[in-house]
């Protein structure tokens, strides 16, 4: 993995991926940020040396970098899932190259299902900690050491400073940011009814298919990390409606001009 690093990132660096300072992995129907980025370079995954390949219709496939609330940015716009069967270590290998093109910190956008019923679609949530429910980990792999500490600590994966200063955003612009936390399940079929009350009991707020690997292998670098959730439905078990994507793709959409406001303020502020 080591040498597939490097190849990716001498590509990346004479595309001119300059020293960038802050990564950025938009979920589905987030990709309207990428509108507040000055673009400087931008590659297609298909094109880079041992890059994955989104292939999930709402999500495009580009790495961008360019310049955000003045600092540089690299924007995944498109991310990888497990359900697109992809190994958890496919899916996370971004995270490793954009840490050895500079980075210092990481945020994550996805779309999820609200558990606690006192959150509405359409909302968003600031992910305080997670469960893991993905069946293993971007760690689990033989020579995991060269890269990291294998044995990665996990007591607060999101960065605190990060969630109080993304808190503060949502005040001052009244935007309604809840806290809790996020289950990463493998999909992509939707749970069902006694999943959903599982998923309560175990003391998920919200759940989604994506984000949870993406942060341990950000814990395993090192990296400040930060994540939020628009929430795109609501997942009550005992008023339980067939999934409609195209709803949950618009509900995203409509709550992006709020995800844009944190992340660039955010940004800002770093």
């Known amino acids: 993995m080591m040498q597939f690093i490097e190849e990716t990132v001498e590509y990346l660096i004479d595309k001119g991926f300059d ?10 129907g987030l990709g309207e940020l990428i509108n507040d980025v000055e673009i400087i370079k931008e590659a297609s995954y298909n094109h880079i040396p041992n890059f994955p390949t989104a292939t999930v219709e709402f999500h495009k496939g580009k790495l961008i970098y360019g310049i955000m609330g003045g600092k540089k940015v690299i924007v995944m716009q498109g991310r990888f899932h497990l359900y697109e069967g992809y190994s958890l270590q496919d899916v996370t ?31 968003l949530m600031l992910i305080d900690d997670h469960i893991n429910l993905q069946g293993s980990s971007p760690l689990a792999f033989k020579g995991v050491e060269l890269l990291g500490e294998r044995f990665a600590d ?7 400073s990060i969630n109080t200063k993304f808190k503060s955003i949502a005040a001052q612009h009244d935007i309604t940011l809840h806290e ?34 993406e942060i341990i292998v950000a814990n395993h670098l090192n990296l400040k990390a930060a994540a939020v959730s ?16 195209a709803e949950i793709i618009a509900m995203a959409e409509k709550a992006e001009p709020n995800m844009v406001t944190l992340f660039k303020e955010l940004i800002i502020s770093l």
């Open 180 to 213: 809790g936390v996020y289950a990463s399940v493998v999909g992509p079929q939707l749970e069902t009814r006694a999943e959903y009350r599982m998923l309560k009991i175990i003391g998920a707020d919200a759940v989604g298919m994506s984000t949870v690997p």
């Open 19 to 28: 020293k960038p300072e802050i990564g950025i992995i938009l979920g589905t």
């Open 93 to 123: 290998y971004p995270v490793r190259v954009m840490e050895k093109l500079g980075i210092h910190t990481l945020l994550v956008s996805n779309a999820s299902g609200a558990i606690n019923l006192n959150f509405k679609k359409g909302e």
């Open 230 to 245: 628009v929430l795109t439905d609501e997942c009550d078990p005992d008023n339980l409606a067939p999934v409609d994507i």
């Open 154 to 160: 996990m007591s607060a994966p999101y960065n605190a």
